[in-house]
Nanobody, 115 residues
């Protein structure tokens, strides 16, 4: 059974940093590109960062480029999202997902940026 478990969210002041983690199980993690999505209240879910199955070719939404870094450790079946210089507009529930046609989602981890 495919499972994705996100962690690392929290409350942070503007300009602060957080590192999100997503542990995958029930599938061969190293075979899949992975992505981080976010959804703010009243807004559609958006893809903010993606990474290939080998850890190359990271891609970012324009809104996070230069501030967020996606990485992965296939030995630990985990994908990360390092978020720096956080802004109030980054407040959202963050999810990781396999970048394929399936629709497996974790429970998400809440990130709140507020002073």
């Amino acid at each position: 059974q495919v499972q994705l478990v996100e962690s690392g969210g929290g409350l942070v002041q503007p300009g602060g940093s957080l590192r999100l983690s997503c542990a995958g199980s029930g599938f061969i993690f190293s075979h899949y590109a992975m992505g981080w999505y976010r959804q703010a209240p009243g807004k559609e879910r958006e893809l903010v960062a993606a990474i290939s199955n080998t850890g190359g070719s990271p891609n970012y939404a324009d809104s996070v480029k230069g501030r967020f870094t996606i990485s992965r450790d296939n030995a630990k079946n985990t994908v990360y999202l390092q978020m720096n210089n956080l802004k109030p507009d980054d407040t959202a529930m963050y999810y990781c997902k396999r970048l394929d046609y399936t629709n497996y989602w974790g429970q998400g981890t809440q990130v709140t940026v507020s002073s």
